[in-house]
């Protein structure tokens, strides 16, 4: 059976060759007598694909056999792990993340191929040509410095298992959603590559990576929700976001693909925005690529880092270098020869959506500032510092609310020059209540500090008008008047699938404001030792310790404590069951939280290892750490993006992107 | 007889909505805490967790976080203001302590260039737009320039 996994490394090489190959021959179709050579890029680019298919197949597959003559899957995997965490072991380590991330990326090199039939042979042989030369690249640097198919002369009879914090359903998939969404991105990129080589930017180049940056944007969307969730329930710190900096590095290419997103809608349909659509363009895969160098770096330290390795960061890094680089360097060649567009009204949908995307790139450089400054200081000037939550709050945020602000508004302008004063007048109502229900949720909630008053009021402000302003565009679309809502009823089918997208993620995202306000500010937590019997007391609820409870897991053993929780009137809200597990495989112990489903707040409680309390009440009694936190309206923190991602998807059904009407408008 | 009026659809539509914000409010939460043990679990967020991988005190369930957690609590007992504390953490450990890095002279690009773009980018539409939208009449898009390309060919 092992000859499966030398057929893996032998697809690899495979793919390696032929994705070089894909990129030499599209370089000399540019030259005359050589012309007809770049069509082969097509064929080259489905047997990458194919390749490294294989290969990742293969390496699943020894994951799936525990077949620890691999030294990928010796390391990160064991006999008793269930099938689901021996199937994501596969990209649960460096190497077979980074084999995962070329598949990826040579599927869809692929994809440009069979989806691709409208585009101009020139463009699509280019854009092919600089795929083939990223696929080089990175599979290239899997093949050679990461090979997850690596041998081992002497197969152990036993691996060392996973980390059991990676051992969750949400970080199963919260990888391949998030590299879809980065290496969706590449696609975008040479795109953005071959038109500057073509030297053609127009309206069809924008509806052609529309698609791929919706595709893109909305994998991210998902990858970084999953992995928030991970982070909430899995980790026992009771938060979602820590602005730690891996989170940062996959929030960066997120905020330049959604800036990239609107940007590209102003190029469609106003052909303005030329240069800055193709600069995002670049930028967005450039900080997709930065990503993943900064896990892998061994620069930052952090729980979603993989195992540090200098060497490896190095070579990441020329490579990042080396094709944005080239990247940028084009556009500085080949930006002031593009036609200048932009040219609009200030008052116009387009207008705004130029602010929106001046917001977005200071927001985004906050998040880039926020990260890098750290390293940069420790590496130039020998300084420590830290960069958290306080920063982005104070930076971050007001740049953000400034451009959801804008939202409703945007929505409801109209193209090249629109009335302002009746937008606004159209939206007075959609304001009020959103006001008003800020104010009683301002009223309601005592902040310790004016400020938190304040911030508390504006986020829910904010939340609310990002969901009533998207109601009222809707309005507007089905011309809803109150007496004849039935007829407005009927032009519901009628809306674009695209307007469903737009509204989709613009209400998603008034749910994840107000989630994220209402959680961060009225949270409750306790932390306390206790004894069986004994009760922790926070906001109306009561939680009670009452017994002790063993239970063996498939590939680990837990310890659990059996607790009520009951409400104020003494009723019974819930029963949560936290547990300690320990994983013999790897001899590491993982704290499992529980916990307690309310329609919107969750009641969260994790145990920490067992102590015996040498004095106080608890004398000579075994005793738990236990952390018990109320979280309101953290739900609508994960159900927004979903939101959010759905409208990506509607979008992407729209038939108008699916149908080549901007190829006919051409020919006719 | 009087016929009462019915209510409108519109007033009982905003009723109910208001009625559905007011569910959702979660009222249980708003049991008075104290407010300096609100201020120090503000403040707690702003302190790294000095022996841990990037996490706030107040997220931490170390040993050493829960000291420092103590030692902030018997600041504010004491009566000291936010500065203080934070003034002594500093001098204590250092601005890696501190998750809100302190305005220096070296943190200056952190603190302001975000602002700066907005205030630039702001200043750079504002002052372009004007020519833009005078030159708008006289533009053709690429397409429009390709047409005219096909018929001035079809002239000669």
Same mark, same amino acid.
């Given at each position: ?71 990928? +899957? ?37 994809? &440009? ?14 854009? #092919? ?26 197969? $152990? ?30 696609? =975008? ?36 929700? %999953? ?27 997120? #905020? ?51 195992? =540090? ?9 020329? &490579? ?86 804008? +939202? $409703? ?68 679309? %089905? ?11 009927? @032009? %519901? ?54 017994? #002790?409870?063993?239970?063996?897991? $498939? ?114 | ?46 302190? @790294?967790? +000095? ?24 600041? &504010? ?51 372009? @737009? ?27």
């Amino acid at each position: 059976m092992t000859h499966f996994n030398e057929i893996g490394s032998y697809c690899l090489v495979l793919a390696f060759s032929l994705s070089l190959g894909q990129a030499l021959v599209v370089a000399a179709g540019q030259t005359k007598p050589l012309r007809g050579l770049a069509r082969y890029a097509e064929g080259l680019s489905l047997a990458a694909a194919l390749a490294i298919v294989i290969s990742f197949g293969v390496l699943i597959y020894a994951f799936i056999r525990s077949d620890f003559s691999v030294v990928n +899957v010796f390391e990160h995997s064991h006999t008793d792990k269930p099938l689901l965490y021996k199937i994501s072991g596969a990209w649960g380590s460096h190497e077979g993340s980074m084999l995962l991330w070329c598949t990826i990326l040579l599927v869809f090199g692929a994809m &440009i191929t069979l989806r691709g039939g409208g585009l101009p042979a020139g463009l699509k042989h280019k854009a #092919l040509g600089v795929q083939g030369l990223l696929g080089a690249a990175f599979v290239g640097f899997t093949l050679f410095s990461s090979n997850p198919l690596w041998r081992l002369a002497d197969a $152990p009879l036993q691996g060392q298992s996973l980390n059991p914090a990676l051992q969750d359903p949400a970080l199963a998939f919260h990888p391949p959603m998030l590299y879809l969404g980065y290496v969706g991105l590449s696609v =975008v990129f040479s795109f953005a590559v071959a038109a500057l080589i073509e030297g053609r930017l127009d309206r069809a180049w924008a509806r052609w990576i529309r698609p791929w940056v919706l595709l893109a944007w909305s994998f991210l969307t998902i990858g970084i929700t %999953l992995g928030a969730f991970w982070a909430y329930y899995e980790l026992g710190w009771g938060g979602w976001w820590a602005w730690d900096p891996v989170e940062n590095a996959s929030f960066m290419p997120w #905020l330049a693909a959604t800036a990239l997103l609107h940007s590209a809608i102003v190029m469609e349909k106003r052909d303005a925005l030329k240069a800055w659509t193709v600069f995002l363009a670049i930028l967005a895969f450039t900080f997709s690529m930065m990503g993943a160098f900064l896990v892998r770096s061994g620069l930052l330290t952090s729980v979603h880092a993989f195992a =540090v390795d200098p060497q490896r960061g190095i070579l990441l890094a020329t &490579i990042l270098l080396m094709t944005s680089g080239a990247g940028f360097t084009l556009f500085a060649v080949r930006a002031p020869t593009l036609s200048p567009g932009g040219l609009f009204a200030p008052v116009s949908r387009e207008a705004t959506l130029v602010l929106n995307n001046l917001l977005l790139s200071a927001a985004l450089c906050s998040v880039f500032l926020g990260t890098l400054y750290p390293i940069l200081m420790q590496a130039l000037f020998n300084k420590t510092m830290s960069v958290g939550a306080p920063y982005y709050l104070a930076v971050f945020g007001p740049i953000m609310i400034a451009a959801l602000a804008i +939202v $409703p508004i945007s929505g409801l302008m109209a193209w090249k020059r629109a009335d302002l004063k009746g937008v606004l007048q159209r939206l007075m109502a959609s304001f009020a209540v959103a006001a008003l229900a800020a104010a009683i949720g301002a009223i309601l909630y005592r902040g310790p500090t004016l400020l938190s008053q304040a911030e508390y009021m504006v986020g829910l402000l904010t939340g609310f008008w990002l969901i009533l302003g998207s109601l009222r565009t809707l309005m507007q679309h %089905l011309d809803f008047r109150l007496n004849r809502v039935g007829k407005a009823l009927r @032009r %519901l089918p009628a809306v674009p699938l695209a307007t469903w997208g737009m509204l989709f993620a613009h209400i998603g995202l008034g749910v994840f404001v107000l989630g994220a306000v209402v959680e961060s500010h009225q949270k409750l937590s306790v932390m306390q030792s206790v004894a069986i019997g004994d009760t922790l007391k926070l906001g109306q609820y009561n939680l009670t310790f009452k017994s #002790l409870y063993k239970q063996a897991g $498939p590939n680990y053993d837990a310890q659990g404590g059996a607790f009520e929780i009951t409400d104020a009137k003494g009723k019974l809200v819930c029963e949560p069951r936290p547990q300690r597990r320990f994983y013999p495989a790897s001899n590491q112990v993982q704290s499992k939280v529980a916990l307690c489903f309310t329609p919107l707040d969750d009641l969260y409680i994790v145990m920490a290892e067992p102590q015996m309390a040498a004095d106080g009440p608890n004398a000579g009694k075994a005793s738990w750490q236990v952390r018990f936190f109320y979280n309101p309206w953290v739900r609508l923190i994960f159900l927004g993006p979903l939101l959010m991602a759905l409208g990506g998807v509607f979008s992407l059904c729209d038939r108008r992107l699916r149908l080549g009407i901007v190829k006919k408008a051409v020919k006719a | 007889m009087k016929r009462e009026q019915a209510p409108t659809l519109y007033s009982s539509a905003c009723r109910g909505v208001l009625w559905l914000l007011l569910l959702f409010i979660p009222l249980h939460a708003f049991a008075a805490t104290e407010k300096d043990e609100a201020r120090a679990r503000l403040l707690f967020t702003e302190v @790294r967790c +000095v022996q841990c991988q990037s996490e706030s005190i107040a997220d931490s369930d170390a040993q050493i976080a829960g000291d420092m957690r103590r030692e902030i609590r018997a600041d &504010i007992a004491a009566g000291r203001t936010d500065a203080e504390i934070r003034k002594e953490l500093f001098d204590h450990y250092g601005d890696y302590v501190l998750f809100r890095p302190r305005l220096t002279l070296s943190n200056l690009i952190l603190w302001t260039l975000p602002l700066l773009i907005v205030g630039v980018g702001g200043v750079f539409m504002f002052t372009r @737009r004007k020519n833009l939208v005078e030159s708008t009449q006289y533009a053709l898009s690429d397409d429009e320039e390709n047409k005219l390309r096909i018929i001035m060919k079809k002239r000669d």
